[in-house]
């Protein structure tokens, strides 16, 4: 792994990222396994850390954002055009799962960090931004309040099948496997019986809510 000397710092995070993220499996999110991945890359220790000024969420934020990388150039172009919506998010939900195989100590980890209470909000807006990038591959085109709901609907079935598939010793990850087909079947009925009950009709109130999530404040 080789980094162009004339990265610039955000370059330079998306590519330590993945490196980092292995060397958190045996040092944690710290500057160890940072510097560890910025030697590798032949990336100054001083321009490594200036570009991860928030330490470890900032590391994890990378991760999270290399994985979301990867997916787009997998799925792109109209790669899940001839699945059903079923099958688009089951398969985008299992590709990032995927990407952390043999990474389950730093996901642990992060997880860990992630769920402190200082890091709630940028935890909860990473998930966000990562399911709304499934939705658009999965070909979602909605403007309404279903735009807000599906998102967190997906970010929570995305949270806690990584709970799940972080300590999943079955074969294959079967466990995990089944209990992601468990939630996302069981979102698929809720969402008929909410459109057959209700209709076109939801609470404003939030959709607002949701969308201070989707645009924050500077």
């Known amino acids: 792994m080789t980094i162009a000397a004339d ?9 330590l990222a993945p490196q980092v993220a292995k060397g958190a499996v045996f040092d944690g999110w710290g500057d160890e396994a940072l510097l560890a991945a910025a030697s590798m890359a032949g990336v100054d220790p001083a321009v490594a850390r200036l570009a991860f000024p928030g330490g470890p969420m900032d590391m ?3 991760w999270v954002e290399s994985v979301d990388a990867a997916m787009m150039a997998t799925f792109g172009g109209g790669a899940l055009d001839t699945m059903k919506i079923r099958e688009r998010i089951r398969t985008l939900v299992w590709f990032r799962l995927e990407q952390v195989k043999g990474l389950e100590e730093a996901l642990s980890r992060a ?3 992630q769920a402190m209470p200082q890091n709630a909000l940028r935890t909860m807006r990473m998930g966000w ?11 979602d085109t909605s403007t309404d309040y279903n735009h807000y709901t599906k998102r967190v609907i997906l970010a929570s079935i995305y949270a806690a099948t990584l709970a799940i598939y972080v300590n999943d010793e079955s074969e294959d990850k079967a466990d995990s496997r089944a209990f992601l087909d468990r939630r996302i079947d069981g979102v698929m009925k809720f969402e008929k019986a909410k459109a057959k009950a209700f209709g076109d009709r939801e609470h404003f109130d939030v959709a607002r809510f949701l969308g201070r999530l989707r645009y924050p404040s500077s």
């Open 7 to 15: 990265a610039t710092l955000d370059e330079i995070r998306l590519g």
């Open 60 to 62: 994890i934020a990378a």
């Open 111 to 113: 997880l860990a960090i």
């Open 129 to 139: 931004s990562s399911a709304d990038k499934m939705w658009r591959l999965a070909g």
